[in-house]
């Protein structure tokens, strides 16, 4: 077996370990999708009561000017953002308007954005009612820390017309930490939050655009037990894009191991292909040879390609760069079968067999390219004339 065929055998050993790793990860949870940086209300809305307030998600600090008056005596208004929620990873903020009127068309120029809402004549100063919880999970990402990050909040509510936002406010035995979200999107990957695996509670409340928060005092907390995810056989526990325990630890290392199994094939091969003497071969043979290298390499990248797109879709990073690796090996036998090809076509180009490795001489230099014995044994069985074959 040549070295170039022990190299790939190691790659895909290594290939094989990791998905291995990766069949026994934790279950694979619906997708959830990371809060986005938002703006309230949305741009175009009617209706709004005029003592609403712009409500900025995902964002620290920030302003916004818009005109009022009439006309004749129209101005300029500009008002600074107040902090709602200090959630560290998902901040709000807001921003309390004045001298609305009643049935007009606003437009807000802010920090990286720009909307509009029409008024109407009211003020609203009812909260809304309380949402009702039917269900609340929480998973925690892997880390040997007392408190864990939340790889994933989901809840299952149900809202009345008038909710702007949910807060969600949850109490383990070192306090309680909050994160606001909206009413469609209840399904939170990474939402900011650590939180110590047992028991905690879960409370919601809903908010509408004036800031009415419906009461603190309704309903009772939903309690959750949140698995730990370091225990033996933590129970429904995901470590969101993260894989299992497993890859966290040893997927660094394996991927080490991968690049230098690939660093020290290369050193022996090319330590192998210095000594003794070359067979010279003929150009017909050398050309024979870089084309078929050529044909499967290309096959190979292509194939390649399409598995590091398909780790993209599936959202696997480990498995992208272990793919990304494997590329690696009929890319450069691609680029080694071009440039063997280009200097077989230079003028005084000579060529020679040094074990499985073919190198071509040429006066621009020399170009090498790594092959098998039976790509060999066809390239002479071709280049061999039809009337000395019979």
Known sequence: MTLYNEGMRLIVVGVLVALASSAHADRIVDRCEPLAPRTLPVDGAKNVPLN????????KEGFFDYDVGSVTDRRTITVQSQPFDRNEDHPVVTYPLRDLQPSLLYWFHGTGTTISFETDSSIDTTPPDLPTVDEVQIELEYQPLERMPVARLRLASHVTADTALLQIAVTDRSGTQTVTTTPDHTDICRPGLRLTPGRVRVRVFALDLAGNRSASDDGQPFVVDVADPTAKDPQGHVGADLGNVSLILFGPVLLAAILLGILLVISLRHWRVQRGEGEPVSQLVADHIARAVFRRASSGSVAAAAGV?????????LLV?????????????????????????????RAELRETVLVVYSPNGQA??????????????HAVPTSVAR
């Open 52 to 59: 609403a307030k712009i409500w900025q998600l995902g964002t």
């Open 309 to 317: 797109v398909s780790a993209f879709v599936l959202h696997n990073s």
């Open 368 to 381: 090498r390219l790594a092959t098998s014995p039976r790509v060999i044994d066809k390239a002479r069985a």
């Open 321 to 349: 760069i272990v793919v990304a690796l494997i590329a690696c090996v009929p890319l450069s036998a691609f680029i080694a079968s071009r440039r063997v090809l280009r200097e077989l076509g230079r003028d005084r180009a």
